[in-house]
């Protein structure tokens, strides 16, 4: 499974931008993807996730209410669209898939920076 982000970039407080994410390859062995970020000298951590099957949604409570993630199994490509754009939303933003059995496995895109200015 290959991943690609796109759609990061500069933008003001208050703003949006809608980061995407094309999977490629063995799409149909995805149970669930999600978005991680990773601001410097932080931890990676999640922000929101969609099963592929049901489309159950999970977000962090820094997410909730401002972003929403969703997927368009047709074109095997997940959105995050973020509102409310805040400083602290500064990073590196990470599509991530899971194919789920025995153990979890993860693959990642390359990332997509998000830069907010106050």
């Known amino acids: 499974v290959q991943l690609v982000e796109s759609g990061g970039g500069l933008v003001q407080a208050g703003g949006s931008l809608r980061l995407s994410c094309a999977a490629s390859?063995?799409?149909?062995?995805?149970?669930?993807m999600g978005w991680y970020r990773q601001a410097p000298g932080k931890q990676r951590e999640l922000v929101a996730t969609i099963t592929t099957g049901g489309g159950k949604t999970n977000y962090a409570d820094s997410a909730k209410g401002r972003f929403t993630i969703s997927r368009d199994n047709a074109k095997n490509t997940m959105y995050l669209q973020m509102n409310s754009l805040k400083p602290e939303d500064t990073a590196v933003y990470y599509c991530n898939a899971k194919r789920i059995g025995v153990s979890i496995y993860d693959y990642w895109g390359q990332g997509t920076q998000v830069t907010v200015s106050s």
């Open positions: 390859g063995s799409t149909f062995s995805i149970d669930a």
